[in-house]
C-alpha cells in the first residue's frame, strides 16, 4: 500500500492545474495523480479544435458568470479569488502567452494546446496512467483508493477530479442528474431547413418556460448558433424532460413589436401598392426567409401590397414576431460534447455554512471560505466539471476548472 499527502483523481484540466500549483506552492507535499487514460489531458488537447480556448476576457465578475447556466452563483466568490485575470497571468507566467480574439475568447499565441498541456506537466507531482479508480473510502486516518486493477493506495485527502464518472456515486453525494447541455435543434419542417445557410441576428427563441437572444443560423437539419445553444444550456434539464420534441417560437426581430412591424407593412402597402408581397422584405429579413414568412401567413407571394388587407398584414406581422418551428431532437454542436449534473454545490464547501462555522470564518481568512471541500466527508475535496458546473462555449468551462483546481490546491496544501 502507497501513501501519499494527497492524491489527484483525474488528470484532466482541474486535476492537473491543481497538481501545477501544489508543485509550486507545497513542494514537501507527496502528490499522486491517478489518470486512467493512456495520456493526462486528453480534452485540453483537442479542447478549441486543438487551439485551446482557455477563457474569456472579463471585465466583470457579475457579467462572467452570467455565462454559467449551473454554477455561476457558487464561482462569483472562487472567481474574485482566481478568475481569468489570474489565469491570465500564471499561463503567461509559465511561458504560455495568450491572445484575445474580437469575441473575447483567449487562445495560445501559439494556436496549439500543446502549449497550454506543456505548462501544465511541468508539475512535479507524480502521474501515474493507465491507472483508473474504482473506489474512494476514508478511514480514521485518511483515505483508501482502490484501483480497476486491484492495487489499493492509501493518502492523507483526496481530490476528485474525474469531470464524472460511475465511481463518484460511492462517495455519499448526491449527484445531479447528468444530462446533456450545448446543443442544436433537429425540426421535421423541410420548408424552413430548405433555407439552410441564413443566418439572421438577433433573433429571440422560446421553449415553455425559457428564452434566449443571439444569432440562429438555419441548417440542413433544423436550427444552430448561439441564440439556440443559450437556450439547450440554460435549458438543458427542461429540454431532457421534454425529451427534444417542443414548438419553439423564433421573433425574427425581437427588438420591434408585433404592432411596430404591422405599421412597416402598412406603410409598404401606402408606399408600393403595386409591388408583389414576396419579392422584398420591408423588415430586412432575407428574402428567401421573407417568402416562407409570406406563405406561413397564408398570403400568396405574388399578391400585390395594394390587395393586402390589414388582417392578412396582421397575420405576416405575426409570422416575423413568433414562427413556430416545430423540433423533433438534438445534435451534438460541433464535437463538443456537454453534459450538465454531478456533484451536488451545496454538499460542497463554496461559501460557509449559516450559523457557527460562518461566525467563525466571516471577516477571517478568505481560504476558509471556498475550500472545495466536501460538507459531507472531511478531507475529500472537487475540482472541475465533475462539479455541477457547466458553462456556455468561449473559454468558461476552462475557466471554471482552473478555478476550482487552483481553489482546491490552496485547500490541500493547507
Ligand atoms: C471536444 C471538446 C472541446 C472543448 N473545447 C473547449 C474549449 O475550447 N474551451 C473550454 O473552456 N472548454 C472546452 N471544452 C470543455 C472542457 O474541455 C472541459 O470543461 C474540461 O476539460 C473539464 O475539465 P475536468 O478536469 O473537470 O475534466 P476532464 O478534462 O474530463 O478530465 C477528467 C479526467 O479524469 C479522468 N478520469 C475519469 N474517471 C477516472 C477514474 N475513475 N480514475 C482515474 N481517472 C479518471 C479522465 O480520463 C480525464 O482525463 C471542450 C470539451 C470537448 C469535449
Not at 492509501?154 to 447541455?181: D, M, N, Q
Not at 402598412?266 to 414576396?278: F, I, L, M, N, Y
Not at 416562407?292 to 393586402?308: H, K, M, P, Q, S
Not at 396582421?314 to 445534435?331: C, D, T
Request: hydrophobic share 40%.
Amino acid at each position: 500500500m502507497k501513501i501519499a499527502d494527497v492524491i489527484i483523481v483525474g488528470g484532466g484540466a482541474a486535476g492537473m492545474f491543481a497538481a501545477a500549483v501544489l508543485a509550486e506552492e507545497a513542494p514537501e507535499l507527496k502528490v499522486l495523480v491517478l489518470e486512467k487514460g493512456a495520456k493526462p489531458l486528453a480534452k485540453v488537447r483537442v479542447s478549441g479544435g486543438g487551439r485551446c480556448n482557455l477563457t474569456h476576457q472579463c471585465a466583470d465578475i457579475r457579467d462572467f458568470v452570467k455565462n454559467y447556466p449551473r454554477g455561476g452563483r457558487e464561482l462569483i466568490g472562487p472567481f474574485n479569488r482566481f478568475g481569468p485575470a489570474e489565469t491570465i497571468a500564471w499561463f503567461e507566467r509559465h511561458g504560455v502567452p495568450l491572445v484575445t480574439l474580437a469575441d473575447g475568447c483567449l487562445f495560445p499565441k501559439s494556436d496549439t494546446s500543446e502549449d497550454v498541456i506543456n505548462a501544465l506537466l511541468k508539475t512535479t507531482a507524480e502521474i501515474r496512467t493507465n491507472s483508473e479508480v474504482s473506489k474512494v473510502w476514508k478511514f480514521d486516518g485518511g483515505f483508501n483508493v482502490k484501483l480497476t486493477s486491484g492495487e489499493q493506495l492509501s493518502c492523507k485527502k483526496v481530490l476528485v477530479a474525474t469531470g464524472g464518472g460511475a465511481f463518484i456515486e460511492g462517495l455519499g453525494h448526491t449527484i445531479e442528474p447528468c444530462v446533456p447541455s450545448l446543443f442544436t435543434f433537429n425540426t421535421s419542417d423541410k420548408e424552413f431547413t430548405a433555407l439552410a445557410g441564413i443566418v439572421v441576428e438577433p433573433v429571440r427563441v422560446s421553449a415553455p418556460g425559457l428564452k434566449a437572444d443571439g444569432a440562429l443560423l438555419i441548417t440542413h437539419s433544423g436550427v444552430s448558433g448561439p441564440a439556440v445553444l443559450r437556450l439547450s444550456s440554460f435549458g438543458a434539464r427542461t429540454l431532457a424532460e421534454m425529451n427534444y420534441h417542443f414548438e419553439m417560437k423564433i421573433n425574427w426581430l425581437p427588438d420591434q413589436s408585433e404592432e411596430e412591424i404591422f405599421q412597416t407593412l402598412e406603410k409598404q402597402r401606402t408606399a408600393s401598392p403595386r409591388k408583389q408581397v414576396g419579392t422584398w422584405s420591408p423588415v430586412g429579413l432575407s428574402s428567401r426567409l421573407w417568402k416562407l414568412l409570406v406563405n406561413r401567413a397564408d398570403v400568396e407571394e405574388t399578391r400585390e401590397w395594394g390587395g393586402c388587407s390589414s388582417k392578412a398584414l396582421r397575420q405576416i406581422a405575426a409570422q416575423v414576431s413568433g414562427f413556430i418551428l416545430p423540433i423533433i431532437g438534438k445534435n451534438k454542436h460541433r464535437e463538443e460534447f456537454v453534459t450538465c449534473g454531478g456533484v451536488r454545490l451545496k454538499e460542497v464547501n463554496f461559501h460557509p455554512t449559516k450559523g457557527r462555522e460562518a461566525a467563525r470564518v466571516r471577516g477571517n481568512d478568505r481560504r476558509e471560505w471556498q475550500t472545495l471541500e466536501s460538507r459531507l466527508v472531511p478531507g475529500l475535496y472537487f475540482a472541475g466539471e465533475v462539479l455541477d458546473i457547466d458553462a456556455l462555449t468561449g473559454g468558461f468551462n476552462l475557466q471554471a476548472a482552473w478555478t476550482t483546481g487552483y481553489l482546491a490546491a490552496q485547500s490541500l496544501r493547507g
